[in-house]
């Protein structure tokens, strides 16, 4: 009888591996030049990849967990979340934004200061097509001449580019002293996304290596700095802070118990 009770346990043990390791996202802890970094690698073709910016009243989420609570009411559970692109003080985007389709704010071209406007920006996007689904990462100018709209569900528009065709963008300087905590997302070859956000201050140079030499991603976009932050319950980290805008999740379906 023991013997059976034992044996029943390690199925259960197994199962419950097996569960919790298809419902987390891939992320781990890397390092790259002696700096801290943490990854997440989502496969878009199988994990549903969604943005979100306000709720169903018109409200901005903000936070990490207000998003969590409103995907809970419709069954579903947000497995890994980051900080999705530059936005106004009101949280509304400076650039494209798309959700579910629909175009929200338009692709910004215009000149202008900061981060955003250091060219070439991009935009990172979500396809679906034919029953199959892709993400991509693009330089503003790319996405406006060579993206077919109409398949775009979701987008998000920043800047800079930290990797263009496997290169880095011209303007980073090995050595400079601009020091921020970064978040940002790459493309592999194979179109699976890779989001990273560095544990500590790194300034371009060395984020945007981190892409092209270690994650092997020949296109990479930067998110955001200083205001960056995850949600990764498979790490046990839910990070805090200042209200956010636009911000990329990882969604799955919420397993639903059986009546006994």
Not at 133 to 159: C, F, M, P, W
């Amino acid at each position: 009888m023991t013997c059976i009770r034992i044996q029943i346990f390690l199925i259960i043990i197994f199962l419950l591996a097996i569960f919790g390791s298809a419902h987390a996202a891939n992320c781990s802890a890397t390092t790259h030049e002696g700096d801290d970094y943490t990854v997440c690698v989502i496969n878009p073709a199988n994990e549903h990849v969604r943005l979100f910016l306000n709720d169903e009243s018109g409200k901005p989420f903000r936070h990490f967990s207000t998003v969590e609570r409103t995907l809970k009411l419709k069954s579903e559970t947000l497995i890994m979340a980051m900080n999705g692109g530059m936005y106004h003080r009101d949280q509304s985007p400076v650039g494209l934004y798309v959700e579910n389709g629909a175009e929200l704010q338009q692709l910004s071209t215009r000149p202008g200061p900061g981060n955003f406007h250091m060219l070439p920006n991009g935009v990172f996007y979500i396809w679906h097509a034919g029953g199959k689904a892709g993400a991509g990462v693009l330089s503003t100018d790319e996405y406006q001449r060579a993206v077919n709209k109409d398949t775009i569900t979701h987008a998000t528009q920043s800047g800079p580019m930290l990797v263009i065709n496997n290169e880095l963008h011209s303007r980073f300087i090995q050595d400079s002293d601009s020091l921020k905590r970064r978040n940002g997302v790459g493309i592999r070859a194979d179109g699976t996304v890779v989001f990273a956000i560095s544990e500590g201050a790194v300034n371009f140079y060395n984020f945007a290596t981190l892409f092209r030499d270690k994650l092997k991603t020949p296109q990479a976009l930067y998110l955001d700095g200083t205001i960056s932050r995850l949600f990764a319950p498979s790490l046990g980290r839910h990070d805090y802070g200042a209200a956010m805008g636009p911000i990329i999740g990882v969604v799955v379906k919420t397993p639903q118990r059986r009546a006994k």
